[in-house]
């Protein structure tokens, strides 16, 4: 019986500190409960990780900017470039270039690197993406997402402050008439081998 309890508490450590680590970071300052009408996607992101929760901007706003938590090359050592995206949300009938009162959102986010500043959509919204990812590298280190561009409600496209390893896939769908209000990431959990990818993908959504 001692034996077993040892076993159970043990296996409690171990999914509380996955939890921990999964959902690191976390804020109330959006919606988790606010309809969306469609999904965004893109076919080249990573598959290593666990989907975080749905996270999203409160009613009535939208995502005029973006800012992500990037770790810079390491050389030789585990690189894991793209960690988290925050999308800040703002009403959509006041835009401008810049926001002296913003929401910020963000799904699940690893634990390296540094957050970016804000980059907004100049007196827009944000509508569609795209993800910079590296293939998987066999016994090299991955690194999985390394970037994103955003596309605006204007036509201007936002380039992310992330790192340079990987290749561009194709855009995303567009939100009609909208703009981006939520995000839901996929992240892998430290690995411990020296070879950890963070952010793998993610999915954007639209609201009417």
């Known amino acids: 019986m001692h034996q077993f309890t040892s076993i159970m508490f043990s296996l409690l450590v171990i999914t509380g500190l996955q939890v921990s680590v999964q959902t690191g970071e976390k804020r ?91 980059t907004w959509c100049p007196s827009a919204l944000l509508t569609a993406f795209q993800l910079s990812v590296e293939p998987p590298q066999g016994n090299a280190d991955d690194t999985a997402a390394n970037n994103i561009m955003f596309r605006c409600s204007n036509g201007v496209s936002q380039l992310g402050n992330g790192t340079d390893l990987g290749d561009w896939g194709d855009w995303s769908d567009t939100c009609e008439g909208t703009g981006i209000c939520g995000l839901r990431t996929l992240v892998e959990l430290p690995q411990g081998n020296g070879d950890d990818t963070a952010l793998n993908d993610v999915i954007m959504y639209c609201c009417d």
Do not use: H
């Open 28 to 118: 109330s300052e959006g919606n988790l409960d606010r309809p969306y009408k469609s999904e965004l996607t893109v076919t080249n992101g990573g598959g290593w990780g666990f989907w975080g929760e749905v996270d999203m901007c409160p009613d009535g706003t939208y995502a005029a900017g973006f800012s992500l938590k990037v770790e810079a090359p390491v050389g030789q050592a585990d690189d894991t470039a793209l960690n988290g995206i925050r999308l800040y949300c703002v009403g959509s009938g006041n835009l401008t270039d810049s926001y002296p009162s913003y929401c910020k959102v963000q799904s699940d986010v690893a634990s390296w690197g540094q957050w970016t500043d804000i």
